[in-house]
């Protein structure tokens, strides 16, 4: 946890800014730095950084809008926002996904290192979870395409369930593919036979 990172940094005051910068370079970071939501943006997107530091309020978008608009721009950044005061309004907006960690001006050396920590610990688990779900959803939709495959072997072939799973299992064995892409390929074969059952 303790490897350089790129950090690009986000705030509308030069002093903040210059803050950042000497910190972060003295515990070994590159680091960029934006004082606009707009500028923050396209240096992620030239930059690719590994986590961002913003400022919620700024010029041409704030800190929450930026980071949304981070992500949508390829792979996914840690964010960590930084406020001059704890604002319900900016907290009820906190749940958005890339936001790892919440700081209050003045940020201290120390509660910085630790929100660093944190929020590239949080930020792996959160990719974890996505992942997970993502591998879930799709492995849904590979059950889906076997089920509706299933059925139609049934119908066609006027066997059990059973039986028709055993001759899916068959097939992927002997063409040494995957059985959702057996499934997929009697999917598209149904699509074709389908009209001509009906003709």
Not at 6 to 19: L, N, Q, S, T
Not at 83 to 105: C, F, Q, T, W
Not at 154 to 166: I, T
Not at 184 to 195: D, T, W, Y
């Amino acid at each position: 946890m303790n490897q350089p990172l790129r950090i690009v940094v986000a705030d509308e005051e030069p002093d903040i800014r210059e803050y950042f910068q000497e910190v972060l370079s003295r515990l070994g970071h590159q680091v960029v730095a934006a004082k606009t939501g707009s500028q923050l943006i396209e240096l992620c997107r030239a930059t690719q950084p590994d986590l961002v530091i913003s400022d919620v309020k700024m010029p041409n978008g704030d800190g929450l809008e930026a980071a949304v608009a981070i992500q949508q721009g390829g792979k996914a950044i840690p964010v960590i926002l930084i406020s001059a005061h704890h604002d319900a309004e900016i907290l009820n907006r906190l749940g958005l996904e890339p936001v790892m960690a919440y700081l209050v001006k003045p940020v201290s050396e120390a509660d910085l290192k630790t929100a660093l920590t944190v929020a590239r610990l949080r930020f792996r688990h959160f990719q974890a979870l996505q992942q997970e779900s993502a591998h879930l959803r799709q492995a849904l939709e590979d059950r889906k395409i076997l089920e509706r495959a299933k059925g139609i072997l049934m119908r066609r072939l006027r066997v059990d369930e059973d039986e028709a799973f055993r001759r899916l299992r068959l097939l992927a064995s002997e063409q040494n593919i995957k059985m959702v892409e057996v499934g997929r390929r009697i999917l598209s074969a149904e699509e074709v036979f389908a009209p001509l059952d009906r003709s």
